[in-house]
Nanobody, 124 residues
Framework: QVQLVESGGGLVQAGDSLRLSCATS????????MGWFRQDPGKEREFVGG????????YYADSVKGRFTISRDNAKSTVYLQMNSLSPEDTAIYYC?????????????????WGQGTQVTVSS
């Protein structure tokens, strides 16, 4: 079983920055890809970005390119989402997820393991 624990969310003002963390435990395969998603109540869960665990290749949604950065610490089995220049449109619950094999995928149904989510609220 793979467990994902997210942290780092909070209330910030527009233009501020936050760094979210996703710590993993349990069985982790070298081929796993990690993804970040976000969701507001009543809306579809949307892809934010992803990273290949071994290769470190990243991919981002157009809405966050240039503002968000995904990184990883293999020794700590942790992935991060650095969010800069936040705006109210970024307000959502942010989830980390994992899938085994393949490349980064933008579809939530492609990920088998999910964290509990952490709330990010950006005020204007």
């Amino acid at each position: 079983q793979v467990q994902l624990v997210e942290s780092g969310g909070g209330l910030v003002q527009a233009g501020d920055s936050l760094r979210l963390s996703c710590a993993t435990s349990g069985r982790t395969f070298s081929s796993y890809t990690m993804g970040w998603f976000r969701q507001d109540p009543g809306k579809e869960r949307e892809f934010v970005g992803g990273i290949s665990w071994l290769g470190g290749r990243t991919y981002y949604a157009d809405s966050v390119k240039g503002r968000f950065t995904i990184s990883r610490d293999n020794a700590k089995s942790t992935v991060y989402l650095q969010m800069n220049s936040l705006s109210p449109e970024d307000t959502a619950i942010y989830y980390c997820a994992a899938r085994s094999g393949g490349d980064i995928n933008i579809l939530p149904r492609s990920y088998a393991y999910w964290g509990q989510g952490t709330q990010v609220t950006v005020s204007s």
